[in-house]
């Protein structure tokens, strides 16, 4: 993925110090850029003397201008004393980014009783104006720059900037309709088009099957690096070589076509008709896809797929999702519940240090292609996109990895709060089986990112909404 741009818009008032907002505006600039971040920051220099919005008829048309040019993906208002709120607000509509409204909180005033910045104030100014041009944005608390919340509050806004930005550019590659069987995985299409501006590029098996035929026989580049993972990485005694070059294809093939329809995500029909057509299952295919990035959701799950890029997203693309089914209960924790799907996981978060290349263990062909083996545990984020009768609800939650027994297939047993809370959510809807778990910690940057996509509700069951809103006024540093 390309950086995120970041707008870097300091703003002040001519009536407050001028010499003070400058110094904060270089001070800020400095702090958000020590937090390790790969942003690229597009700031206001050259625009006039002091690289600050103060200037109302002169400032917003340019910084406008400067900002739609750059393609930024997100605005950051710090307030370097009291701001411009008129200014702010009306770059903030014109631009439909998300916006970060924050200032440094004010020293004591000096001993003649005057005072350089009144920032709070300004921030109460703003968020008012803010409403009244109907601009959504985001607020952390006024705090000191070294303020470990104001680092929380920075990192997880530009999170949930990256997860609306790519939910915004979505096009997800269907590979085949859903099985006939699973209602489950019905969506709406017109609908994701209309409200989200979610794209579904669909090609049928037999497209897929002939690219994968054509690549399996000519070879290349490509596919000789797909086959040289898989033996590297995997124990492959149990299957043949032709069946390594045909997985190795299948997923040179899905990549490719991803590439030419610009798509960021795949849903495949991955059972019965491709391993009727291909004579292999494209579970390998799909973890090996989902470990660079481009996340594959099983049994034509579209929901699943956008489900996928956000939680990559908002991890700033540096964990791998897993596309999992919750599927039974833990026998002896009440809380526990099984993440599995027939081998799709990706293969760097397996446990084992060369988990094996199956013939898939339930279908009566037994076709070969699944890679089975536990991933590790710990901390980690699941999360459901789902909707019915034209509303949308995200489903946010936290596990953590426990002890359970031995299964088939790509798995990790998981311990949640309350395990009974969670089934009933899930049963009464708008929720399925299938889940996307990430290896981090998410859910503030899908709860925020639900602030700029209307029509998307946030339903978090553990933490609850008011314990995310308090993390985020950094309750517990």
């Known amino acids: 993925m390309n950086k995120l741009k970041l707008g870097y818009a300091p703003t002040r008032r001519f009536v407050f110090s001028a010499e003070d907002a400058f110094k904060y505006k270089v001070m800020i600039r400095n702090k ?24 109302d008829n002169i400032n917003a048309d340019l910084i406008i201008e400067r900002f739609k040019q750059e393609k930024v993906d ?55 104006v803010l409403r009244r041009f109907n601009v959504p944005f985001t607020y952390i608390t006024n705090t000191r720059v070294d303020d470990p919340v104001f680092e929380r509050g920075f990192v997880n806004f530009a999170a949930a900037a990256n997860v609306v930005r790519q939910f915004r550019s979505l096009r997800i590659l269907q590979i085949g309709p859903r099985p006939a069987s699973f209602w489950t995985m019905m969506c709406n299409e017109g609908e994701l088009l209309e409200r989200f501006g979610i794209e579904i590029h669909p090609i049928t098996l037999v497209d897929i099957q002939l690219a994968s035929k054509k690549l399996e026989k000519s070879g290349g580049t490509e596919v000789e690096e797909a086959i040289h993972y898989i033996k590297e990485k995997l124990d492959y005694s149990e299957v043949t070589e032709d069946d390594v070059r045909r997985i190795a294809a299948l997923k040179v093939a899905m990549k490719q076509y991803a590439r030419q329809t610009g798509s960021t995500a795949i849903a495949i029909q991955c059972w019965s008709s491709l391993q009727d057509a291909m004579g292999i299952m494209p ?19 579209i929901h699943g797929a956008i489900t996928s890029v956000m939680v990559q997203a908002a991890a700033m693309n540096q964990a ?29 978060l397996t446990v084992e240090q060369k ?21 590790r545990g710990g901390e980690m984020t699941l999360a459901r996109f789902d909707g019915d009768h034209g509303e949308y609800q995200l489903l946010l939650g936290k596990a953590k990895g426990i002890q359970g027994p031995y299964t088939r297939g790509s798995y990790v047993w998981v311990e949640v709060n309350d395990w009974p809370l969670w089934e009933e959510k899930l049963v009464k809807g708008p929720y399925v089986h299938h889940s996307v778990g990430i290896h981090a910690n998410a859910i503030p940057a899908l709860y925020e990112a ?5 029509g998307l509700t946030p339903d978090p069951v553990d933490p609850t909404e008011k314990e995310i809103q308090a993390w985020l006024r950094g309750s517990d540093l």
């Open 32 to 55: 958000i850029e020590s937090f390790g971040l790969d942003l690229d920051i597009v700031d206001l220099e050259g625009i006039n003397s002091e690289g600050l919005l103060y200037d």
């Open 74 to 128: 997100a605005v950051f208002f710090p307030h370097c004393n009291f701001g411009t709120e008129d200014t702010v607000a009306r770059v903030g509509k014109a631009l439909g980014k998300p916006v970060l409204l924050w200032g440094p909180r004010d020293e004591a005033p000096l001993e003649d009783g005057m005072r350089l910045r009144d920032t709070q104030c300004g921030l109460f100014a703003t968020g008012k």
């Open 283 to 301: 579970c390998l295919a799909n973890a090996i896809l989902t470990d660079e990035q481009i996340p594959v959701t099983c049994e034509t799950d």
């Open 320 to 348: 791998p999702t897993f596309f999992a089914d919750l599927t039974v209960r833990h026998p002896d924790n009440p809380n526990g519940e099984l993440l599995f799907h027939c081998g799709n996981f990706p293969v760097s």
């Open 355 to 375: 988990p094996k290349l199956r013939k898939h263990f339930l279908f009566d062909d037994h076709s070969p292609g699944t890679h089975e083996g536990e991933i």
């Open 450 to 454: 639900c602030t700029y996509i209307p």
